[in-house]
């Protein structure tokens, strides 16, 4: 079992405080993720949970059982470093044997179980090895092979695939997440990718400053962000922002263009945000006009960068169409994907954007 | 690619080290030919370079120890004390300088950089002008004549050096691998000696190198401190034979090789620790 409840964490360094009262509940064996902008004390947040920094507030619970004053070795929680933090005077056999020869538990159980590990990771040909003979992606491996040899409650990384280039850190996602579906041990994983974000967790927590902005599944996010913020940080391409007002009923731009119906819970003349994701957009006949800037083919779908009257936009189709710079085309939104938020607090205007 | 132009510079920086080497070595391995010659041949014109008929004279009287010219040199005595003092003091220099140099390069205290840097000053301090002060000291204490007097000495003089050679070299261990160790169940104690240290072999025998010998060549303290002929070093011994022998120079440069024996081998065995680059692969690369 690896349940961890955080109850209003705070952590200070010195007269500065990083996180601001972070409450948090995950379920065992769920894929927790942790995103959010450089700074904002995701590594702060996950190392006071493996017992590296003491919070200055809260509660940190593993299974029900608060684990606060916990030395890490007490707490049976492994951690993989960004920069693996491999033991370089050690071959990865021993390397991975280092948490069990620390246990003293029998030498041919440890020969078993890094044995195990090695398997499942591919590493069995590379046990003699020392870090500075493997690449990046084998260190990477390495480094979760010492985590799971322990069978520990919960497993931390903290931006483990950053230092890979891109292709192997697509293929590592991926064997992360094989890992945790054939381990199902609880993880908290910290990034700022949030493509990473998307694509492995049960759950998302997005961070901001040291608060937590939203937490969810990466659809609800993706469907129901609950700020701007959110909005502009789940989905790639970004949403698009315009400043806009209810007018009779309809969200009217600065200059006066309309952008779709207002939703129900807006009031007449309130000052909001629309925003739409760039995917949602189609083209029409008639709608907001916008000039092409730029026209960026991909294969499968073709993006665009728009200039309208109160800012640029972007619009991605998988249709093929022919237009280039300098033509003006009109964009409609989809259907229920207009999501509005206020203009003053940027929180979303929960009338149901979703169109549910 | 030219290739004649940087042979040509690489030719001439050769040639200047060379000389340099030579200019600096040359009475060094004079001395050293001079303890397998006789007196005759010392005295004989014209002067010999090789030695006609070597010999192991000079290295045997010095090691039967006997009166001369009214002086007990006893040379197995005087090496052991050296040992003595030099090792012990080693000891107690790298132990000590590893506690405090861990405590410099991880532990959060008011004043540390300040301090770790005072320890740097300290070194700038000249000896000679603490002789007579330590003199006084070490005779209150009742250690004044007396090799353990001396380990302590060396001890608080070499102990900053090395504590800041220690924790310069701690403090480019990643810490993540201390945090890394703390996770996989160590106590502090244990990712110190488990991790850290080994990483850290080179600066602690690079320290305890240069400590071993600075110790084993003192003399300023040493002379002014030993007084009985029972407790005196080997660099004490050697400064008498210069005095005594000023014909007889074979047991001048036998004593003279086997003072600066102890030191060829420290920096022969030890060298490769200087460049040795443990480290790599730890972090990313
Ligand atoms: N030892 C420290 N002393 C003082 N401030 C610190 C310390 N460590 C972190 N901080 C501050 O705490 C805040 C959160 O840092 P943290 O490392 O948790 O951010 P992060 O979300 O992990 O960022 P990144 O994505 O860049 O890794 C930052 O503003 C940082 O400057
Ligand atoms: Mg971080």
Redesign the interface.
Known sequence: MGSVALRNIRKSYGAVEVLHGIDLDIADGEFTVLVGPSGCGKSTLLRSI?G?ETISNGEIALDGAVINKL???ERN???V?Q???????MNVAKNMA??LR??KQPKDEIDRKVRDAAEILDLAPLLDR?????S?GQ?QRVAMG?AIV?DPEVFLFDEPLS?LDAKLRVQMRAEIKELHQRLKTTTIYVTHDQIEAMTMADKIVVMRGGHVEQIGSPLELYDRPASVFVAGFIGSPAMNFLPAAATGGTLVTKSSVSVGKAPAGVDEGRSVIAGFRPEDLRLADSGMPAKVVVVEPTGAETQLMLRMADGDIVFTTRDRISVGPGDTVHLQIEPGKLHCFDAETEAAIRQDAAGQ | MNETPRTLYWLALSLVGLVIAIYILFPIFWLFLASFKTQAELAALPISFWPEAPTLDAYKALFSPTHQKGQLLDWPRLIGNSFFIAISSTILVVFFGTLAGYAFARLHFPGRDLILGGLLISRMFQGAALLLPTYRLMSMIGLQDSPIGLVLLYSAFGLPFATWIIASSLREIPRELEESAMMDGASRLQSMALVVLPLATPALITAAMWHFVGAWSEFAFASILLESNENKTVTIGLASFVELFTLEFQFVGAAATIVALPIMLVFFFGQRYFTRGLLAGAVKG
């Open positions: 493996a590296l030395q890490p070795k929680i492994a951690m470093f920069n693996y933090a491999l033991y370089p005077h280092f948490s620390l246990a020392y870090p500075r003979q493997l990046g260190r010492r322990r230092n």
